[in-house]
């Protein structure tokens, strides 16, 4: 005769404000508490923000969780090294056109590629089904939950002096430079990064919103005036 032993476990995401830690509830009644970065390896079902990871065009996404809000804890790297035009293939830039940037700090996109053309707010753009890019209200909300500090959206090996990630929001930053609008050089690896808001601006030229975070100062630039020419970083948000 078969006997079938079952072990039931039940996980619990600590609802504070940027979930770090998760409780693992073991029948009969003894617990673990884990942080997240010792879990998140795991891939859960049902979709557990912070635990949960995304597998999108060949490529592995971790998530982060903070406060209501579910964010890539990386920066996208879609598509492949083309000059961007609407024709239905997602273009990027990888830093000084080198493809090991890429894999480290994620591809470079025009914001008009990043939307895929659509500038209605919140659209799915170049992001996987069910995620998006983040609107100017879920943009300042994410700026308010970590106290407009931006070394709070550093990862811990980013930036220097007063401008020292920390690192507590988890979202994990990288200073990952940017192109050049202008110039088409590229420019300020190591020393700032900007994230693209998925919302135009209204500024009497072509301008759209972005996030940006610098090397040295905890300070983060955020509203309306980014050239959408430039090759900016992208993270997506889940609906």
């Given at each position: ?31 673990d508490t884990l942080a997240v970065a ?172 972005s996030i940006g975070i610098i090397n ?10 980014a050239i959408p020419d430039w090759g ?8």
């Open positions: 005769m078969k006997i079938l032993f079952l072990f039931f476990v039940v996980l619990t995401v600590n609802n504070n404000l940027f979930s770090q830690s998760v409780v693992i509830n073991k029948f009969g009644g003894s617990k010792d879990v998140d390896s795991i891939t859960f079902l049902p979709f557990i923000c912070g635990l949960s990871k995304i597998k999108y065009e060949g490529r592995i996404y971790r998530t982060i969780q903070v406060g209501t809000q579910c964010w890539f804890k990386d920066n996208l790297n879609v598509g492949i090294m083309h000059l961007p035009a609407n024709d239905g293939i997602i273009d990027k830039y990888c830093y000084a056109n080198d493809t090991n940037n890429c894999t480290i700090y994620g591809g470079l996109y025009y914001w008009y590629e990043a939307m895929k053309y659509v500038t209605t707010e919140g659209t799915q753009g170049i992001c996987p089904s069910g995620w998006h890019m983040p609107t100017e209200a879920e943009a300042q909300a994410l700026l308010s939950l970590v106290n407009n500090d931006g070394n709070a959206l550093k990862r811990e090996d980013q930036g220097s002096g007063a401008g020292q990630g920390t690192n507590t929001s988890g979202f994990s930053a990288l200073l990952a430079g940017a192109k050049d609008y202008n110039d088409g050089n590229f420019q300020g690896l190591g020393t700032w990064s900007s994230f693209y808001v998925g919302k135009l601006g209204s500024c009497g030229y072509s301008c759209v919103y040295n100062t905890n300070v983060i630039t955020f509203g309306q005036g900016l970083s992208v993270r997506c948000i889940k609906n």
